[in-house]
């Protein structure tokens, strides 16, 4: 069931100013406004990580200053990319962790045809109609 294979992690959803907001956060005159959730997602839609930090000015200077990320983006596939207050190392930990407890999928069979099996679908497939048109 599909409800079994969603991975739930925290994210961070900032506010719609944030753009605005982004210089006077890192000058240390204000503080973006930041909401924590959750998000649940299907562990297979997973297709990459990078390094991110919080929006507050410690933050930033801890990733400009020592290249300390205290968060990362994670970015899954047809869904899009969310910021996570987990490190990098730690989002694999759990996600990894979360995958083992995951039951293998029944095996799919993908049959490789040969090459004289694929020629001889084309050549049947531009033999012209023995018994005429189709309606």
Request: charged share 35%; hydrophobic share 35%; aromatic share 14%.
């Amino acid at each position: 069931m599909i409800l079994d294979e969603l991975f739930e992690f925290p994210i961070i959803m900032t506010d719609r100013d944030n753009e605005e907001k982004k210089s006077a956060v890192y000058s240390g005159n204000k503080e973006a406004d930041m909401i924590f959730g959750k998000a649940e997602y299907p562990y297979y839609g997973l297709i990459g990580l990078s390094d991110r930090w919080l929006l507050t000015e410690e933050s930033f200077n801890n990733a400009l200053e020592h290249r300390e990320f205290d968060a990362c983006y994670v970015t899954f596939n047809n869904v899009g990319t969310f910021l996570v207050p987990w490190t990098k190392e730690k989002f694999k930990e759990k996600y990894r962790k979360f995958v083992s407890t995951m039951k293998p999928k029944d095996d799919i069979i993908f049959i490789k045809p040969s090459k004289e099996d694929l020629q001889r679908a084309l050549e049947d497939y531009d033999k012209p109609n023995e018994d005429g048109p189709e309606d």
